[in-house]
């Protein structure tokens, strides 16, 4: 597995997450556009530089939550 690739295990949390949110909703991703919940999660799977930033961003959020909880 080369240093840019994702791991599996961390692209299914993200998934698995992703799957929790309305199938109706869209996400915006700074300035690279809105997409449903079934296009990010292709986009996971491709790791392409939406699924990449996609799986950053919930990982950051995952990480924040952690720290909340020590911090309380």
């Given at each position: 597995m080369s240093e840019d690739q994702i791991s599996q295990d961390v692209i299914n949390l993200v998934i698995a997450r992703?799957?929790?949110i309305p199938s109706n909703v869209s996400v915006?991703?700074?300035?690279e556009g809105?997409?449903?919940i079934e296009q990010l999660i292709e986009?996971?799977?491709?790791?392409?530089?939406?699924?990449k930033k996609m799986v950053e961003m919930q990982l950051a959020y995952i990480r924040s939550l952690g720290k909340v909880a020590t911090a309380a």
């Open positions: 992703l799957q929790t915006s991703i700074g300035g809105s997409y449903t986009r996971i799977k491709k790791q392409d530089e939406v699924g």
